[in-house]
């Protein structure tokens, strides 16, 4: 591999592809090849993005000699599946958000890289993000005090016609893979381990979740609280307390967006406000700790290890038992 440019591999030709493709030509990136079991679909995107191969088939891409590193971009349900098939290549994987259906499966795949010597890394791109890298800054100086409790919405009306993923148990749909992820793992970056998990939701009589409640209690003794629905829009909006101040985060929460931080002493006044550059969705951060977690010989990132992208899928299947449990 060329340590100075190594080449993406795109493993899926849908929409969240497309944007990471978008975002990897902002951030200067190397797109080598993008795969897809259509081959006119590969072909169409990678004339779209500008990338100089398409390959018919996910094997192809990950046989590509030019390929380094596969961004895995297919339905939740299959994230296990390409994202073995490209280790078993000896490609490094990103992986997208939600890391797989279960905690089980996400275990497969951080047994799998680190039997091959593999970097892989889930693809929760909010973590990487300026803002999120201010509002650590700010906990790590003790601005906040102890951060005791962490608070999320994540409600888009999604599309939910016949035919959508978002409907299609078989294919990970309902709004806690896709939504319910990102409070989630917010949560657990910044109060850690999760000890206790009591949810609600609205489950179909397919098993997909529409919508759902959730209470965590983590080790010593933080706690949080999120909703999560993809019938409906909510406040998309985040909040970090700590015993000194808090931190309120902008709708959408998850991505590059602005925070007001207001101290205990002088709660109705802002004692700093975080204003974004926006530059594209922001995918291209996630890539650049990627390439500099690999070129330092890494083989994950300490901003998102295997571990706790294990304990999260482990901490989601608590939820979605949980709301099962209360439908039936």
Not at 33 to 53: L, N, W, Y
Not at 173 to 202: K, R
Not at 228 to 233: A, E, I, K, R
Not at 253 to 278: D, G, I, K, N
Request: hydrophobic share 45%.
């Amino acid at each position: 591999m060329n340590e100075s440019t190594p080449g993406w591999g795109i493993l899926g030709a849908g929409g969240i592809a497309g944007g990471f493709a978008k975002d990897l030509a902002i951030g200067g990136h190397r797109v080598a090849a993008v795969g897809s079991r259509d081959g006119d679909r590969a072909r169409a995107f990678a004339e779209r993005h500008g990338i100089p191969r398409a390959h018919a088939g996910y094997e192809a891409l990950v046989a590509d000699p030019d390929v380094d590193v596969v961004y895995v971009a297919t339905p939740h349900s299959h994230h296990r599946e390409h994202a073995l098939l490209a280790i078993d290549a000896g490609k490094h994987v990103l992986v997208e958000k939600a890391f797989t259906t279960t905690g089980d499966d996400a275990q497969a795949i951080a047994d799998a890289a680190r039997a091959k010597g593999i970097f892989a890394m889930e693809a929760m791109w909010t973590r990487f993000l300026p803002t999120m890298v201010a509002v650590r800054e700010r906990i790590a100086a003790g601005d906040l005090g102890e951060v005791v409790s962490v608070t999320a919405d994540h409600s888009q009306m999604l599309d939910l016609s016949p035919g959508s993923r978002m409907i299609e148990a078989a294919l990970g749909g309902g709004a806690l893979l896709d939504l319910g992820v990102y409070c989630i793992s917010l949560a657990h970056a910044l109060l850690g381990p999760v000890e206790a998990v009591q949810a609600s939701g609205h489950v179909d009589e397919y098993g997909v979740d529409h919508r759902g409640a959730v209470i965590l209690e983590h080790q010593g003794g933080g706690m949080s609280t999120h909703t999560f629905s993809m019938t409906t829009l909510g406040s998309n909006r985040a909040t970090i307390a700590g015993t000194e101040g808090v931190i309120e985060l902008d709708p959408a929460f998850y991505s590059w967006t602005r925070y007001r931080r207001r101290h205990a002493s002088a709660h109705t006044t802002a004692v700093e406000e975080f204003e974004p550059q926006l530059v594209g969705r922001g995918m291209q951060f996630q890539a650049l700790e990627v390439e500099r977690c690999i070129a330092d010989g890494r083989l994950e990132s300490p901003l998102m290890p295997l571990d706790e992208s294990v304990a999260i899928m482990r901490v989601m299947d608590d939820v979605a038992a949980a709301m099962r449990m209360r439908r039936g």
